[in-house]
């Protein structure tokens, strides 16, 4: 465990209320919560704990700039489910963290799920000092999803067959079987096994959990899209109070203070698939002839291709795909996702083609005057590449498999960005009640 060592609490005397914020990784951070936290410290305490995962000095500054700001009360940099010697370690690791916070008030612990470990043990917490327990949504609901499709008799996804070679599909079906026993013996050991030795007790485990967002153990649930939130009542009935709130970095725009926005011929890129595995040659063609027909169609003299944080360095397919774009004579860069924000700079272009992914839904929330357009089916073989993935998408253009892109899915639509609350909205209503 990284620790801070930052616990001065001078800045926050005549603060009523607290929070305890949990984000385990850096982007998510950047994206959900430092935006609430920007908004409601002005009514209350906050505390954070931050995992180390993808943390990156970006990330860090921007803590260090909000504690210095006196947003934070305090912060810690955490590492509660990383790489250990062994499962007794990691547990140990968790524990004694929890442990460190028992002398901690607070009054609303702030989470992005309640499934994972670390998060049943804080929601113990929380539980034990009469916190509520509030999970601000960080990513798609694309299991939830998935299901609601299926219960509703809606189609998923073309039939893939690329497992029709009786090897190949003998080989995915014993994969398939040795990860459902490895799940079974982590749900009993991590949930059962271990809790009991350090806690006297266990958390049981829900078959809601895989679904990978709430089981119901939170008090509220804020989400933003009123699909996914109908999608989410129906496939997981425990789930209480559900709000749907704007994502938290609406209005973040920029363009009015930056200059010659008028004159913005930059396309950004954004590829979540693929991050293990080659681009198909099929797929990769649709990549280049979307970007192809987009600069065609905007007189686009640049291009930014902004590659997925966790895309393999030894695939070939994105330099394959730089090279590609070069031979459309426009400029072409590749932008470091861990190192430049997509928030701050969406401004900067007059448009963005991505894959389906939470960050076509923060590019639309950011910038109501650039268009926002997703590519369907265009990576890896899975329900994330399907259109329904990210709910209604509101404000999202969608180029469908085999349509030839046209002016209408360049289009710049007329949102209105306050039909919701904030989450900092919910949030200050129930600490009112506390």
């Not at 926005?261 to 099929?282: M, W, Y």
């Not at 960050?359 to 265009?378: E, M, S, Y």
């Not at 329904?388 to 360049?410: F, P, T, V, Y």
Request: contains cysteine; positive net charge.
């Amino acid at each position: 465990m990284i620790d801070s060592g930052i616990k001065d609490r001078k800045i926050d005397l005549d603060k009523k209320h607290r929070i305890l914020i949990f984000c385990g990784s850096g982007y998510g951070f950047n994206e959900f919560f430092a935006p609430v936290i920007e908004e409601i410290s002005q009514d209350c305490a906050i505390d954070l704990l931050l995992g180390d995962y993808y943390l990156t000095d970006y990330t860090l500054n921007l803590v260090k700039r909000l504690h210095s700001e006196s947003k934070l009360s305090s912060y810690r940099v955490i590492n509660p489910s990383g790489r250990f010697r062994s499962a007794f370690e990691r547990y140990r690791t968790m524990h004694s963290i929890t442990q460190s916070l028992k002398a901690e008030r607070f009054d609303i612990l702030l989470l992005g799920t309640d499934f994972v470990l670390f998060e049943r043990y804080l929601i113990d917490l929380a539980r034990s000092k009469g916190a509520l327990v509030a999970i601000l949504q960080i990513g798609q609901l694309i299991y939830v999803l998935e299901e609601y499709r299926k219960l509703t008799g809606l189609p998923i996804q073309k039939k893939d067959n690329s497992s029709r070679n009786i090897i190949r599909s003998l080989r995915k079906r014993a994969g398939i079987i040795k990860r459902k026993v490895e799940k079974c013996w982590r749900v009993v050991k991590d949930q059962y096994l271990l809790p009991l030795i350090f806690m006297g007790r266990y958390f049981s485990y829900s078959p809601y959990d895989r679904f990978t967002f709430t089981s119901g153990r939170a008090d509220l649930v804020l989400c933003y899209d009123p699909l996914e939130i109908e999608a989410l009542k129906k496939v997981i009935p425990p789930v209480k109070n559900v709000y749907c709130v704007k994502h938290p970095v609406t209005g973040y725009c920029k363009c009015k203070t930056k200059i010659n926005q008028g004159n913005r011929k930059k396309l950004l890129v954004t590829f979540s698939g693929c991050i293990d595995n080659e681009l198909a040659k099929d797929k990769f063609f649709r990549w280049e002839e979307a970007i192809k027909h987009i600069v065609n169609l905007t007189a686009i003299d640049e291009v930014h291709l902004r590659f997925h944080p966790r895309t393999s360095p030894n695939l070939n397919w994105p330099r394959a795909m730089l090279e590609a774009v070069k031979r459309l004579k426009c400029e072409v860069k590749v932008i470091d996702a861990l190192k430049v924000s997509l928030i701050d700079t969406v401004c900067d272009y007059v448009g963005m083609l991505g894959a389906p992914s939470g960050a076509l839904r923060a590019a639309r929330a950011v910038c109501p005057g650039i268009f926002v357009t997703a590519l369907a089916d265009c990576g890896d073989p899975s329900p994330w590449e399907q259109e329904w993935s990210l709910g209604s998408a509101e404000g999202i253009n969608w180029i469908r498999n085999e349509e030839q892109i046209q002016l209408k899915h360049l289009k710049v639509p007329e949102i209105d960005i306050n039909n919701k609350p904030s989450a900092s909205d919910i949030l200050r209503e129930l600490l009112k009640n506390k």
